[in-house]
């Protein structure tokens, strides 16, 4: 039998065997043995467990799509990016990044911009214009765009993720009401939120899919990216147009007749996305260290 793990605590695994069931399973030592470690997110195959009632034993992991260190979860089809115009201001850089992580793990990327109540979205919504991924203004505050991200979200397997204080519990308990998550408060001295989620948990949408909340994606899975050629992470930029330069092998740095860098200078590509490009370039074997 199969099932989705949605939550790992103090070695007992939830699974939902089918909706709304949740079995505690414990895991065969061999799956702890060969260095596979069941993750929220993985379909597992599980059997009953003989000698505890109301338990079962995790016999297997089927093949994942992909799986992330931390926060520890697998099979992640949607990286839902949580930023803030007001404060705390989102730096568009680690918008830029994670959308690269993204595309590297094979899951689809949606920028959403929270707190449009206290400040308008159009500065960083006018950056992601031309990119290939969903732009939504939300206000948790107010419920505006909440609909339309519900409908996003329904189907798949979402993350959130994005800097502490953004809203991104405050929009999780908009959108299962009832679960009452902790939020934290802004930091005066600082201005950055506290992070308030401890482990990875899913949790299922009244209407389909599941939310991933998770303590936040640490400075490791940055390291996704350190391994990618230039070329590569070129193409994870889509407005840049990387078919018009002169070299076939250009990476848009000092090379004559970039077209990139001659859409920079005419605005056509966002000078932000065009700086983002060229740090992730340039700090690509530092990160793979962190």
């Known amino acids: 039998m199969t099932g989705l793990l949605i939550r790992a605590h103090g070695g007992f695994f939830d699974v939902e065997t089918e909706p709304g069931?949740?079995?505690?399973?414990?895991?065969?030592?061999?799956?702890?043995?060969?260095?596979?470690?069941?993750?929220?997110?993985?379909?597992?195959?599980?059997?009953?467990?003989?000698?505890?009632?109301?338990?079962?034993?995790?016999?297997?992991?089927?093949?994942?799509?992909?799986?992330?260190?931390?926060?520890?979860?697998?099979?992640?089809?949607?990286?839902?990016?949580?930023?803030?115009?007001?404060?705390?201001?989102?730096?568009?850089?680690?918008?830029?990044?994670?959308?690269?992580?993204?595309?590297?793990a094979n899951c689809l990327f949606l920028l959403c911009i929270n707190k449009i109540d206290l400040e308008p979205p159009d500065v960083?919504?006018?950056?992601?214009?031309?990119?290939?991924?969903h732009v939504l203004p939300v206000s948790a505050e107010t419920g505006e765009g909440v609909d339309e991200l519900r409908r996003q979200l329904s189907g798949r397997i979402s993350a959130f993720t994005g800097n502490s204080g953004v809203g991104k519990t405050s929009l999780l308990n908009l959108l299962l009401p009832g679960i009452d998550r902790e939020v934290a408060g802004i930091s005066e001295k600082h201005?950055?939120?506290?992070?308030?989620?401890?482990?990875?948990?899913?949790?299922?949408?009244?209407?389909?899919?599941?939310?991933?909340?998770?303590?936040?994606?640490?400075?490791?899975e940055f390291g996704r990216i350190a391994d990618m050629e230039d070329a590569?992470?070129?193409?994870?930029?889509?407005?840049?147009?990387?078919?018009?330069?002169r070299f076939p092998d250009c990476i848009h740095r000092a090379e004559p007749d970039c077209a990139v860098r001659d859409a920079v200078r005419k605005g056509t590509?966002?000078?932000?996305?065009?700086?983002?490009?060229?740090?992730?370039?340039?700090?690509?074997?530092?990160?793979?260290k962190k």
């Open 191 to 220: 201005g950055r939120g506290r992070h308030t989620t401890r482990l990875t948990e899913l949790f299922p949408l009244p209407e389909s899919g599941y939310i991933a909340d998770t303590p936040g994606f640490a400075a490791l």
């Open 21 to 104: 069931t949740i079995l505690p399973c414990r895991a065969r030592g061999r799956l702890h043995l060969d260095g596979t470690e069941p993750l929220p997110g993985d379909r597992v195959r599980w059997k009953e467990d003989e000698h505890h009632r109301g338990f079962g034993i995790l016999t297997g992991i089927e093949p994942r799509q992909n799986v992330f260190i931390r926060p520890s979860m697998a099979n992640l089809q949607q990286l839902v990016y949580v930023a803030s115009a007001a404060r705390p201001r989102t730096d568009p850089y680690l918008i830029d990044l994670m959308s690269v992580v993204a595309e590297r």
């Open 124 to 133: 960083l919504s006018s950056i992601y214009e031309h990119c290939d991924f």
């Open 269 to 288: 590509v966002p000078a932000s996305r065009y700086q983002s490009y060229l740090r992730m370039l340039q700090e690509r074997p530092s990160t793979i």
């Open 232 to 245: 590569e992470i070129a193409l994870c930029f889509p407005e840049f147009p990387t078919d018009r330069c």
